[in-house]
């Protein structure tokens, strides 16, 4: 719960910056009488502007995050190596692996500073080895690729081995 209100509460500091980037741009790069100031762009609609962003926040959480399950099988604490080259290529690196709970667990983080910024510091993918399945967390589009790039590491390596 405490990881949902801060991840809606950067959502709401990066969407308010945001706006207010978007409507200080056009404001100064618009003819407008000399008397308008910005915060007067919306008088008598603040409640309606900060509504609808106090909603945003709180849904984008829960439809921009996710998890998602592979079939693994077991190994992963012998793999985990390999398993973070394949999320190389995506820009992952994996986290200090003295910060690690066990090594059922690999966590990894976006190695691009920019886009850390730009998401806040919630950039981060965890994979949790459990039963033979390898659970895939993280914000929904770095889940989906990160799964696929391991299912078909998956796919090559039984085909490897059954050659």
């Known amino acids: 719960m405490l990881r949902y209100i801060i991840r ?13 980037i978007v409507v200080l741009v056009m404001f100064y790069t618009s003819e407008h009488d000399a008397n308008l100031r910005p915060w007067n762009l919306f008088d008598g609609n603040w409640t309606k502007v900060l509504l609808f962003f106090l909603v945003y926040a709180a849904v984008y959480p829960l439809i921009g995050y996710s998890k998602r399950d592979i079939a693994f099988g077991e190994g992963f604490s012998e793999r985990r190596q390999e398993i ?18 066990s090594t059922e667990v690999l966590k990894l983080h976006n190695n691009s500073g920019i886009i850390r910024a730009l998401r806040l510091w919630e950039d981060t993918l965890t994979l949790t080895s459990n039963d033979g399945m390898l659970t895939v967390e993280g914000q929904r589009k770095d889940v989906v690729r990160a799964s696929m790039r391991i299912e078909s590491y998956l796919a090559k390596r039984a085909d490897q081995n059954q050659e």
């Open 8 to 20: 809606s509460l950067k959502c709401l500091i990066i969407v308010g910056i945001m706006f207010s």
């Open 84 to 101: 973070a080259g394949v999320l190389r290529d995506m820009n992952f690196v994996p986290e200090d692996v003295m910060k690690s709970e």
